[in-house]
């Protein structure tokens, strides 16, 4: 089950950018289409918390999203209109996106030990995800609508699989979820505390070129000649397992504000590598920016939910892990791919009434310096609190 949600996602989403950009997507084009991830996470926060916890067994209702949302991507990978393609692809992610917490739910419901089995479990996405990625590249697949119908299909897979899995019922049948719940609301009364505070808005700021990766990078290697570009990223995925092994000892000698901005700063240095590599001598500047995604990912995002989990009362940290999602992958995603459109097109390059290319080092720049930006604001800002966790991180990751 886990491969296969994560095969879904990863094996046309690196990709769907120069895809687009293929078509004739303008930049503003392809961050409105890359945007619905967003929307799909903000509705899916609703979706799962009012109505699958309440009145559905999850594994049917994982069942049925698969299918519908395999139908629907197929027919996204027939659109070549840009209008078209966002609404539609909008129901996919409205259907996609809540099937990532249904998993996590069939998984930690059936697993007694969920700290020491779920993290067994959980690396099987990460690694259908990198499967996915050296699958296109392997075949060949890098530009087109083949991507979108291998998916498609895996998700069908997945929807007839999941009527198989074990009896996962409602969670909260009895229980009434308000508006507050869904998001952290209630978590927002830590924000009187002024590194917390700092925490979260960092989250959101820096979200914003986590969301411009994925629409960048992979346009700007093909546009550099670079060949196989969606199984070359797959490496940031499997730093992602290293660092995340490798997080313990990186805890202990380093403390949270190392941690975070040591996250921060490598998206700074990944941003001024993808700036300046090209597809001759300094091609290893693109191979380190993308084998950095694990620093990037695990020294600030996971480290920020081991952070909030410890600083929180235990009546508040579910609402405090929502709240990271909603602002990470909703409000922080949103923001990010709509600004990378805007970016996008400014960049163009033309020829007559085509684009023929970008300005790729003034589009990565603009990532670094906000990173930047949001890195020494950081220092200056949050207060460390000097203690050395030694956290049970397998317990939250």
Same mark, same amino acid.
């Given at each position: 089950m886990m491969f296969l949600e994560f095969f879904i996602w990863g094996v046309w989403f690196v990709g769907a950018g120069n895809y687009l950009s293929t078509l004739g997507f303008q930049g503003e084009e392809i961050g409105r289409a890359m945007s619905t991830l967003a929307w799909g996470s903000i509705i899916a926060a609703f979706f799962v918390s009012l109505i699958a916890d309440k009145y559905f067994a999850a594994q049917k209702l994982n069942g049925i999203l698969h299918l519908i949302a395999g139908i629907l991507m197929f027919i996204v990978a027939q659109i070549t209109d840009p209008t078209l393609l966002f609404w539609v692809l909008l129901l996919y992610m409205i259907c996609y996106m809540p099937t990532i917490a249904l998993a996590n739910t069939i998984a930690l419901h059936h697993t007694p030990n969920a700290g020491k089995q779920f993290p067994r479990i959980r690396v099987l996405g990460t690694i259908g995800w990198v499967f996915g990625g050296i699958l296109i590249s392997f075949l060949d697949l890098e530009v087109g609508p083949i991507p979108m119908i291998m998916a498609a299909g895996a998700s069908i897979l997945l929807g007839v #699989?999941?009527?198989?899995?074990?009896?996962?019922?409602?969670? +909260? %049948?009895?229980?009434?979820?308000?508006?507050?719940?869904?998001?952290?609301?209630?978590?927002?009364?830590?924000?009187?505390?002024?590194?917390?505070?700092?925490?979260?808005?960092?989250?959101l700021l820096i979200s914003i070129p986590f969301a411009m990766y994925f629409q960048y990078i992979n346009m700007s290697m093909n546009e550099a000649g670079i060949k196989n570009v969606t199984g070359l990223m797959s490496m940031g995925q499997m730093s992602e397992v290293i660092f995340m092994?490798?997080?313990?000892?990186?805890?202990?000698?380093?403390?949270?504000?190392?941690?975070?901005?040591?996250g921060m700063f490598a998206w700074v240095i990944r941003y001024v590598l993808f700036a300046f590599g090209n597809d001759a001598e300094l091609i290893s500047f693109f191979y380190i920016g993308i084998i950095l995604?694990?620093?990037?990912?695990? #020294?600030?995002?996971?480290?920020?939910?081991?952070?909030?989990? +410890? %600083?929180?009362?235990?009546?508040l940290r579910a609402s405090l892990q929502g709240l990271l999602t909603f602002i990470t992958y909703g409000v922080g995603w949103l923001i990010g791919t709509n600004l990378s459109g805007w970016e996008l097109q400014?960049?163009?390059?033309?020829?007559?009434?085509?684009?023929?290319?970008?300005?790729?080092?003034s589009v990565m720049l603009v990532p670094a310096a906000l990173a930047l930006i949001i890195a020494i604001l950081f220092i200056i800002f949050f207060k460390d609190e000097k203690e050395k966790i030694k956290a049970d991180i397998e317990t939250i990751i």
């Amino acid at each position: 089950m886990m491969f296969l949600e994560f095969f879904i996602w990863g094996v046309w989403f690196v990709g769907a950018g120069n895809y687009l950009s293929t078509l004739g997507f303008q930049g503003e084009e392809i961050g409105r289409a890359m945007s619905t991830l967003a929307w799909g996470s903000i509705i899916a926060a609703f979706f799962v918390s009012l109505i699958a916890d309440k009145y559905f067994a999850a594994q049917k209702l994982n069942g049925i999203l698969h299918l519908i949302a395999g139908i629907l991507m197929f027919i996204v990978a027939q659109i070549t209109d840009p209008t078209l393609l966002f609404w539609v692809l909008l129901l996919y992610m409205i259907c996609y996106m809540p099937t990532i917490a249904l998993a996590n739910t069939i998984a930690l419901h059936h697993t007694p030990n969920a700290g020491k089995q779920f993290p067994r479990i959980r690396v099987l996405g990460t690694i259908g995800w990198v499967f996915g990625g050296i699958l296109i590249s392997f075949l060949d697949l890098e530009v087109g609508p083949i991507p979108m119908i291998m998916a498609a299909g895996a998700s069908i897979l997945l929807g007839v #699989f999941s009527f198989f899995l074990p009896n996962t019922p409602p969670q +909260k %049948k009895d229980s009434k979820i308000k508006f507050k719940d869904i998001i952290g609301l209630d978590a927002l009364k830590l924000m009187k505390d002024r590194s917390f505070a700092i925490l979260i808005v960092a989250t959101l700021l820096i979200s914003i070129p986590f969301a411009m990766y994925f629409q960048y990078i992979n346009m700007s290697m093909n546009e550099a000649g670079i060949k196989n570009v969606t199984g070359l990223m797959s490496m940031g995925q499997m730093s992602e397992v290293i660092f995340m092994l490798l997080m313990p000892l990186f805890f202990v000698r380093l403390g949270i504000k190392r941690m975070l901005l040591m996250g921060m700063f490598a998206w700074v240095i990944r941003y001024v590598l993808f700036a300046f590599g090209n597809d001759a001598e300094l091609i290893s500047f693109f191979y380190i920016g993308i084998i950095l995604h694990g620093i990037c990912y695990d #020294f600030f995002y996971v480290t920020a939910q081991i952070y909030v989990d +410890k %600083k929180a009362p235990l009546n508040l940290r579910a609402s405090l892990q929502g709240l990271l999602t909603f602002i990470t992958y909703g409000v922080g995603w949103l923001i990010g791919t709509n600004l990378s459109g805007w970016e996008l097109q400014r960049s163009q390059i033309m020829e007559g009434n085509q684009v023929v290319g970008h300005n790729w080092q003034s589009v990565m720049l603009v990532p670094a310096a906000l990173a930047l930006i949001i890195a020494i604001l950081f220092i200056i800002f949050f207060k460390d609190e000097k203690e050395k966790i030694k956290a049970d991180i397998e317990t939250i990751i």
